[in-house]
Nanobody, 120 residues
Framework: QVQLVESGGGLVQAGGSLRLSCAASGRTFSNYDIDWYRQAPGKEREFVAAIGWSDGRTGFADSVRGRFTISRDNAKNTVYLQMNSLKPEDTAIYYC?????????????WGQGTQVTVSS
């Protein structure tokens, strides 16, 4: 059974940085992608960033490109989301998701989320 545990959220001032972690367990993840999504109050969950577990290929939402980076440590089965130049509109619960490449995120597994709050 796949388990995803997010950590690293918190309260930060605008312009600050946070690094989120997603620790994955329960299977081998070759041919899987790890995504970060976020959901702000009253809004739908939206894609933030993704990384291929095997090839490290990355993708970002336009709203975070240039400010956020995503990386992985295969030895630790952990994916990181480095968030710089944070804005109040980045405030949300951040979730990681793992799914087989080529399949939608809805087919995969989700973590419990970690709260990020950016004050102005």
């Amino acid at each position: 059974q796949v388990q995803l545990v997010e950590s690293g959220g918190g309260l930060v001032q605008a312009g600050g940085s946070l690094r989120l972690s997603c620790a994955a367990s329960g299977r081998t993840f070759s041919n899987y992608d790890i995504d970060w999504y976020r959901q702000a109050p009253g809004k739908e969950r939206e894609f933030v960033a993704a990384i291929g577990w095997s090839d490290g290929r990355t993708g970002f939402a336009d709203s975070v490109r240039g400010r956020f980076t995503i990386s992985r440590d295969n030895a630790k089965n952990t994916v990181y989301l480095q968030m710089n130049s944070l804005k109040p509109e980045d405030t949300a619960i951040y979730y990681c998701n793992v799914h087989r490449r080529g399949y939608p995120s809805t087919s995969g597994d989700w973590g419990q989320g970690t709260q990020v709050t950016v004050s102005s």
